[in-house]
C-alpha cells in the first residue's frame, strides 16, 4: 500500500455537508460525481496531501444510508492507494483477509477499488484504490 488514499465520511445531506466541510477544512470541494453502482453522490476536498470524501445514499435503501441509519453520520471507511490492485487483492486474500468484491469495480474519482470485510480489518472497512491511467 502506498498512503491513505482518502478518509470516507457518510452523511446524510450533501447540501449541508459540503458547506459544513468547506468551512470546516476551509478549502472548497472540488469534485462532486454520482456512483450509481454504489447508489451514492460524493463529494472531495483537498486538505494537505488527504483527501476527505463525504458519501450520500441516493437510494433509502442503499448500503450508506442503512449506515447512516444504524450508526448515525460519521467516519465510513479508510482508503489506501494501491500501484496494481489484483496483485493486492491477492496477496491479502491470501493472507486470511476477506474480499466484498472478487473482482474490483469502478468506483468514484476514476479508481478501481475493492473493500476488505470490516470483520477481517478490526472494525474498519478498508478500500484499495488504483487510479485509472
Not at 7 to 30: H, M, Q, R, W
Not at 55 to 80: N, P, R
Amino acid at each position: 500500500m502506498q498512503k491513505v488514499e482518502h478518509i470516507g465520511i457518510a452523511v446524510k445531506d450533501l447540501s449541508v455537508s459540503i458547506p459544513l466541510f468547506e468551512t470546516l477544512l476551509n478549502t472548497n470541494c472540488y469534485k462532486t460525481e454520482e456512483v450509481s453502482s454504489e447508489n451514492v453522490r460524493t463529494a472531495f476536498f483537498q486538505t494537505g496531501n488527504t483527501k476527505i470524501e463525504l458519501l450520500e445514499s441516493t437510494t433509502a435503501d442503499g448500503v450508506i444510508a442503512k449506515y447512516v441509519e444504524k450508526k448515525g453520520e460519521g467516519m465510513h471507511h479508510i482508503a489506501f492507494e494501491v500501484a496494481d490492485i489484483h496483485a493486492e487483492m491477492k496477496r491479502l486474500a491470501d493472507n486470511g483477509f476477506q474480499l466484498l468484491q472478487q473482482e474490483p469495480k469502478r468506483g468514484a474519482d476514476n479508481k478501481l477499488v475493492c473493500f476488505l470485510h470490516p470483520k477481517t480489518t478490526n472494525g474498519v472497512l478498508i478500500e484499495l484504490c488504483q487510479s485509472i491511467v
